[in-house]
């Protein structure tokens, strides 16, 4: 268990945590929830103790667990690092028990059999092996090839100098890092942030499966309903601990907030009597002694806070509806390519129909934003057509924020470029929309914060007036509620939508159709994400049942290649063969000397010497059956797989 005892933290003269005192409970899985720049990420630095705290403390009680931390900067890299070599250098405590063992498996053979610096140093092998086995030392590099290839690596991309991959990928590998270290408590600072909605569900269905405390920050429903099973809402300087998962803390909180607004009034209408009572007879004697205790009512009551309630991320509206034609967008056979030698993709062939809400999905690098730039008209396609319907006018807004909105044009500019016929009035009044009030037309957009800028980016879309609206990621910099708010205001606009989105909450609320991008081509499913998930499982069920039907092909030499593939599999399991000989071996000696001393201590308890204290013996021999039992159930487990190993 970790526990926070009245932790504040300051950078400079601005508080960010005050007043701090909870606990996390071991294997807790939990939700760091509330608005950006509240504080969670410095909650996971107090934990790592990347960060101390100004006032209180955060006490461990028991052993320090390991800990396995994705940041949002990467960690150092040699040159000489491939992708699987970066992904395998996990934490620093399993680099250090797999270098003792190593140490004393090379001293061990310069030891005298029998002599208690050999047995003390098989004891210290057999407890770090089985250490550094259940931190899933040994098959670290198993887990890591099937991580990276579930979140989107290609077989080959393994042995590729880490160097060469651009920052989202790295960052992908950062993830791996930390998953497979198999930490005892795993904190996660926005993991889906560079994910593709494929890599997302197969991060969510591994940690899942992951058994130690999990503290997850992220802007995700999905994660956060699908993951979590306590919330710490982190808001207004301080940590409030809901004990449930996502969806309860929602209830709970807006509940809290009821009750303390009702509070708040009852206090201050109290205040209010207080104080007018004590106005009006300050001056009079006879009624000082009355005053004098309306004052220290006043001052003895303390005052309630009311959190800020949850809001969602400014104003965000979508234009009025515009006649078009019946078909919004046509792709007849289209593909492209940069170079004109290697396509990004070919022969994609669909229709999206006037009010159809489209999502695309698949693996990121397979084509999805530069298809959402032929859609919107930014670049032509290099082969077939891509072609809008009748009176479509397209609304564009791109993952790369300065590819529509350059960073050095101001607010009032932005929105006049799409509608040269309104005032400066008009663009004003209408970026007041939008929330952006005052002098603040005249900011120029590269200073905004991510939030605002996607406010921005559906202002300058308003001014513009489309009947079919292209988002590329338009969740990106947005929190939980500014999710939320444009997920209901996309879901009743009877436009059409395609979007591109990591957010599979969002996707699932919006789209009413899928477009699946993958390496063997593009398709459109009809049918929601949900029902595209239920395809997906029952395309590779039917698959794998086929393949299960298919007679194995006649080989006249298969005994000779099992017979290599069977010697091939022993080389490879030699060294996992050796530990275990030591694990046993280690084990048998550890017992046989815990048994020499129980049988001592046991005739020294049947005839006791004057001087002997059964007390302290009766201790030492409890003690003794509780780690021969530990010793046993350890040493059945590795000769069984020694003997399945050796059998092979």
Known sequence: MIAFQDVAVSFGTQPVLRGVTVKVNARERIGLVGPNGAGKTTFLNLLTGELSPDHGEVVFEGPRPAIG????????????????????????????????IARLEAEIPSLPAGSPERARALSRVGDLQTKFEARGGYDVEARAKAALCGLGFHPDDLTRPFAEFSGGWKMRAELVRTLVG???????????????????????????????????????????????????????????????????????????????LAAKRNQDRLREQHQRFIDTFRSQANKASLVQSRVKMLEKMEPIVVPR????????RIPEFHHCGTTALSVRDAGFSYDGARFVF??????VMTGEHVAIVGFNGLGKTTMSRLFAGVRTPTEGEVVLGHKVVPGYMSQEFAETIPPDRSLLNVVR??????????????????????DDAFKTAGVLSGGEKIRLAFARIYAAKPNFLILDEPTTHLDVNGRRALEEALVGWPGAIVVVSHDIEFVRHVAQNIVEVT????????????????????????????????PAAANPNSKKEQRKARAAERERNAPLVRSLKRRVEAAEERIAKLEAEQKALAESLAAPAPDADPAAASRRLAEIDKELATLTTLWEQAASELAFHEAE
């Open 519 to 550: 390496e063997a081509g593009v398709r459109k499913i009809v049918g929601t994400y949900d029902d595209y998930r239920e395809r997906l499982a029952r395309e590779a069920a039917a698959a794998s049942a086929e393949r299960a039907a298919e």
């Open 417 to 438: 470029r799409e509608d040269e016929t309104m005032t400066e009035a008009q663009a004003r009044q209408l970026l007041g929309a939008f929330g952006f009030s005052g």
């Open 309 to 316: 309630q949850a809001s969602a991320a400014g104003k965000l």
């Open 182 to 260: 198999n930490p005892d408590v795993l904190l996660l600072d926005e993991p889906s942030n560079y994910l593709d909605l494929p890599a997302v569900e197969w991060m969510q269905k591994f940690l899942r499966e992951f058994r130690g405390t999990l503290l997850l920050v992220s802007h995700d429903r999905y994660l956060l309903r699908t993951l979590t099973t306590t919330t710490f809402e982190v808001d207004g300087e301080t940590v409030t601990r809901y004990n449930g998962p996502y969806d309860f803390y929602l209830r709970e909180r807006q509940a809290r907030y009821d009750t303390l």
């Open 346 to 351: 070919r022969h994609v062939t669909f229709d």
């Open 69 to 100: 931390y994705l940041h949002q900067q990467l960690d150092r890299w040699d040159d000489a690092d491939t992708l699987l070599s970066y992904t395998v250098r996990v934490s620093r405590d399993l680099a250090a028990m797999e270098e003792e």
